[in-house]
């Protein structure tokens, strides 16, 4: 299994440009998360999908922030307008919960930097 | 809001060493997940420790969880450069039921 995939691993973009972040989750996971970590405040959860379903999206900063599942494979997570603040390590996690507490797969992560 | 502080914030130490890190709260979690965080990486589950007071075992690895399901602590015996990397502990909480992640503890272990 080529576990969960991200693209692009680095991002470098200006501010007020939008971002696209993306995620291919293990086939079969039902379940899927969008984490953001940071020095300053560790590992943070964003929003959260059950069967493609927008389950949770308290975590999610800003109207600025958006995220998609069209299908049980592919999930973005959009930032538009971006901003310095912004810049942070984007994860994706899939697993077969719920409960949402069951092991979650993470990606290798996308490294934004917004300048 | 639960919270999980994790301690010592960095450490670093000689091949062959023991270590033991700390995972803290006020609050009671039903159970809480170890990760290893390498470099470049995304975090991958360690442990799951779902009683109180319980203790597990992963080779050199000895993972403990409080009796009150407060706290839990990693011990790391003969300590390796491959041991090198961010441990995280996460707790179920909140309403939600979501993972609650601490900041870590970033180890380093020097040949």
């Known amino acids: 299994d080529a576990g969960v995939i991200q693209s692009p691993r680095h991002e470098v973009t200006e501010m007020g440009q939008e971002v696209t972040l993306r995620c291919k989750p293990i086939?079969?996971?039902?379940?899927l998360f969008w984490y953001r970590q940071t020095m300053m405040r560790g590992l943070e959860l964003l929003i959260y999908?059950?069967?493609?379903?927008?389950?949770?999206d308290s975590g999610m900063p800003e109207d600025r922030f958006s995220a998609k599942m069209p299908n049980a494979s592919f999930s973005t997570l959009k930032i538009q307008p971006s901003e310095p603040r912004d810049s942070a390590v984007y994860f994706c996690?899939?697993?077969?919960?719920?409960?949402?507490?069951?092991?979650?797969?993470f990606g290798p992560g996308t490294r934004l930097t917004v300048t | 809001t639960q919270l999980l502080e994790q301690s010592p914030q960095f450490l670093s130490i000689q091949e062959g060493e023991n270590l033991t890190v700390y995972c803290n709260s006020s609050?009671?979690?039903?159970?809480l997940q170890w990760y290893r965080q390498e470099p470049g990486e995304g975090p991958v589950l360690l442990v799951t420790?779902?009683?109180?007071?319980e203790v597990k075992k992963l080779k050199r690895l000895t993972f403990q969880f409080g009796d009150a399901r407060k706290d839990s602590s990693l011990h790391i015996t003969a300590a390796q450069p491959g041991d090198t990397g961010l441990y995280l502990c996460?707790?179920?909480?909140?309403?939600?039921?979501?993972?609650?992640f601490g900041k870590g503890t970033k180890l380093s272990v020097k040949p």
């Open positions: 086939s079969g996971h039902n379940s």
């Open positions: 420790v779902v009683t109180g007071g």
């Open positions: 609050s009671v979690f039903s159970s």
């Open positions: 999908f059950n069967n493609n379903v927008p389950i949770d």
């Open positions: 996690a899939s697993g077969q919960g719920p409960p949402r507490s069951d092991e979650q797969y």
């Open positions: 996460a707790g179920i909480g909140g309403s939600q039921g979501n993972l609650i």
